[in-house]
């Protein structure tokens, strides 16, 4: 990654799958400033000759919808199918503990992506104030039982005077 390319100056949180033909997908966070609280996008390489050579990045998720919002912590994985889900936190920058878990999905080895999903109604617990995934790579289950199960790091804790940290998968 270079600085500076397009509007970022920032990039972290790194990943990289490889999509079911042949083709390396690296993917992070695309930040407009050095801080968890401005302005982030996740963004794409591709590489069509295993690493050797990589085109320019292209944002693949981001979020407007309430003014600036970060988008972050992707935990990519590919399932039997080759479809490259990427599992992300999104939240508005001015409110940290409004955060959600998205996926977003491609079924054309990256090179478009869906509008995404929330998943908050199916993960997040009335009791937790404040949850979200990765980041790092998830894990797709080839064996029985459960063959086909992604398993993607999460993480969750209550808000009360006494918060309770607790991780799952």
Not at 12 to 28: F, S
Not at 102 to 125: P, Y
Not at 144 to 161: E, Q, S
Request: proline letters at 7%.
């Amino acid at each position: 990654w270079e600085m500076e390319e397009q509007y970022l100056t920032d990039f972290r949180i790194p990943a990289i799958v490889r999509a079911a033909n042949g083709d390396l997908l690296a993917i992070a966070e695309g930040r407009t400033v050095p801080s968890d609280a401005g302005e982030i996008h996740l963004i794409c390489r591709r590489s069509q000759d295993d690493g050797g050579t990589w085109d320019q990045p292209y944002i693949i998720a981001q979020d407007r919808s309430n003014g600036t919002t970060c988008v972050g912590n992707p935990v990519p994985l590919v399932n039997s199918q080759g479809h490259i889900f990427i599992f992300h936190n999104r939240q508005p920058t001015t409110a940290h503990d409004d955060r959600h878990v998205w996926v977003i999905k491609s079924t054309d080895h990256g090179a478009t992506w869906d509008a995404g999903t929330n998943l908050d109604s199916t993960l997040k617990d009335a009791a937790w104030g404040w949850h979200g995934c990765g980041p790092c790579h998830g894990i797709v289950k080839e064996f029985a039982p459960n063959k086909g199960r992604m398993i993607v790091p999460f993480y969750a804790a209550t808000l009360d005077a006494n918060p309770t940290p607790m991780d799952f998968a």
